[in-house]
């Protein structure tokens, strides 16, 4: 062996230690990572979501809508989503519940009342409760094809009631327009949103 590498052999080598910025650099991206991965487990899940609370208005997707339904306790009435349109669900804490259709640029919970909106209420005999509404002087009715009634009221003429025989449930249908929300009841177009 050479006398070089023989000295070079015995010299122990300085061992580098890593540098403080390079440390912080490896942990940072090894908390980016941790949260990357948790956002990827969290936003995948095959979770069902929340109710939506009592009185605040959420997008209506057919899991919020069977969530909505299960908490009222029965069906909830609409119309085939109107084109331009996005529904909207409300419900209060005694089992009503609104779905309202915004258009244009509303968002959800806007004030306006410019958007077709139908109305599920629980009432005990409605068609009951309705035949004895519509015997008032302001007020007009018709009989539906199903043996129900509609009626509205001379003053409030965008409102239209409705109820069916056998059933528990009084739906109101609002349009801004009158003549649509009578054409919605009597033509068959509101039912229980699947």
């Avoid at 069906?75 to 309202?100: F, H, I, K, L, Q």
Wanted: no cysteine; charged share 20%.
């Amino acid at each position: 062996m050479s006398a070089v590498t023989s000295a070079t052999a015995a010299v122990p080598r300085k061992r580098r230690r890593p540098r403080r910025g390079m440390v912080v650099a490896l942990l940072l991206a090894a908390l980016v990572a941790a949260g990357g991965a948790f956002a990827a487990v969290a936003l995948t899940r095959d979770e069902a979501p929340a109710l939506p609370v009592a009185g605040k208005p959420a997008l209506l997707t057919a899991d919020v809508l069977s969530r909505v339904a299960a908490s009222a306790g029965h069906d909830v009435y609409g119309v085939a989503t109107p084109a331009g349109t996005r529904p909207e669900v409300t419900r209060s804490s005694s089992g009503e519940v609104w779905v309202r259709y915004l258009g244009g640029d509303a968002k959800l919970g806007d004030p306006r009342a410019n958007y077709l909106t139908i109305g599920t209420y629980p009432r005990d005999d409605a068609l009951a409760a309705a035949k004895a509404a519509a015997e008032g002087d302001q007020t007009r009715s018709a009989e539906l094809p199903d043996g129900g009634i509609m009626l509205w009221s001379l003053d409030r003429p965008e409102s239209v009631y409705a109820a069916s025989p056998g059933s528990d449930l009084l739906v109101e249908v609002y349009s801004p327009d009158p003549v649509r929300a009578r054409a919605l009841v009597s033509g068959g177009a509101v039912a229980p949103l699947r």
